[in-house]
């Protein structure tokens, strides 16, 4: 089985479950995308315009954008050699074909999907990707540390936030919040190398499985209740989810190993923020699911994340290189943490436009 083949088994799986016919090139003349084109539109608008583009989510999500699927896909694509490559400068050499591939899937984890005889099809959530690309953005928009002046206020930063959360929970993984303007410079440069290692940090994870062997005693499990109605994954047991966060952690520090040390100090604490960022967002996203009574697909195949955040914190704090390695991903857990109050509140309110 080629990498290629498992391409089509993808596709196929993608038309079967009516995501999507192709992946192929966008369509030229279809529409255009509603975004914020500057920064000063975020959040800008009337707050009955808001509350309702938030409730329209809720009660008619889009049908989901070839177009987008395509985007996606293409960050996979592209982040898939380089977790390769390190997996085998860190000893393991992967023998067994695997593709990621952008599937709605409704959760946080990825999941492994064997086919026999062929290899492994890793399923990437859409809305795992386009959550952690929007919280980045607004991350660094509202915090002073990441430029100044900043380019959110901290109400502005509120409602996106809220505004992505809603399209997460709601959106069934076709819709993502509404497009924030693009970054520059630092900010542009962390938010690249972050969300890039964090979407490898995934597919390193289901690579795990695979390099450890976990993937051939594993059980089939259905989850009635994704975006695309029942869909089976491969539950292997939490002792060794944590096993495959190990080796997806030790995978990724080898990114590491080239660079000077000035550069180690520099980028080590964007790389182990970006390995517990996915984490922190589904703790966050798990909360506010209870809350709202939305279902968390696959909740019981993978340890609490809150598990997970300390297991991995404790497995990196003793191979990072730098004294303040954890900083930045401290900050990420406070901040995420902080902004809970507001999301809630957008929540409450649009909870009772909706009634």
């Not at 920064?39 to 070839?66: D, H, I, K, M, N």
């Not at 009574?293 to 990196?316: D, K």
């Amino acid at each position: 089985m080629t990498v290629e083949e498992l391409r089509a088994r993808h596709v196929e799986l993608l038309r079967d479950r009516r995501v999507a016919d192709r992946l192929g090139p966008p369509d030229p003349d279809g529409p255009r995308e509603d975004r914020y084109h500057t920064w000063t539109q975020v959040g800008a608008e009337p707050l009955p315009t808001r509350l309702t583009r938030l409730a329209v989510v809720r009660a008619r999500p889009a049908g989901y954008r070839s177009a987008h699927l395509r985007a996606l896909q293409a960050t996979l694509d592209a982040c898939q050699p380089e977790v390769l490559h390190l997996a085998d400068a860190a000893g393991w050499s992967v023998r067994t074909p695997v593709l990621a591939g952008v599937f709605p899937t409704g959760t946080l984890d990825g999941i492994s999907v064997p086919v026999p005889g062929r290899g492994v099809l890793v399923l990437v959530n859409t809305g795992l990707l386009d959550l952690s690309a929007a919280v980045l953005k607004i991350m660094t928009g509202v915090l002073p540390a990441y430029g100044t002046p900043p380019l959110l206020t901290p109400d502005q930063a509120s409602y996106a936030l809220a505004e992505a959360v809603n399209a997460y929970l709601y959106g069934n993984g076709a819709v993502s919040a509404r497009p924030l303007p693009e970054l520059s410079g630092q900010r542009l440069a962390l938010v690249g190398l972050m969300l890039r290692r964090a979407t490898q940090f995934v597919i390193a994870h289901e690579l795990a499985h695979v390099i450890t062997g976990h993937l051939v005693t594993a059980r089939r499990v259905t989850d009635p209740d994704t975006p695309v109605g029942a869909l089976d994954a491969w539950a292997v047991g939490w002792p060794r989810e944590h096993e495959a966060d190990r080796v997806a952690a030790t995978i990724m520090l080898r990114t590491l190993d080239d660079l000077a040390p000035r550069l180690v100090e520099a980028i080590e604490p964007c790389l182990v923020g970006a390995l517990l960022l996915v984490p922190f967002l589904h703790e966050v996203t798990d909360r506010l699911a209870d809350e709202q009574g939305r279902p968390v697909p696959f909740s019981t195949t993978h340890p609490p994340p809150v598990r997970r955040i300390q297991a991995l914190v404790e497995h990196l704090a003793g191979r990072t290189r730098t004294p303040r390695a954890l900083d930045l991903a401290a900050d990420v857990a406070t901040w995420l943490e902080d902004q809970l109050a507001g999301v809630r509140e957008w929540f409450r309110l649009v909870d009772e436009v909706a009634v």
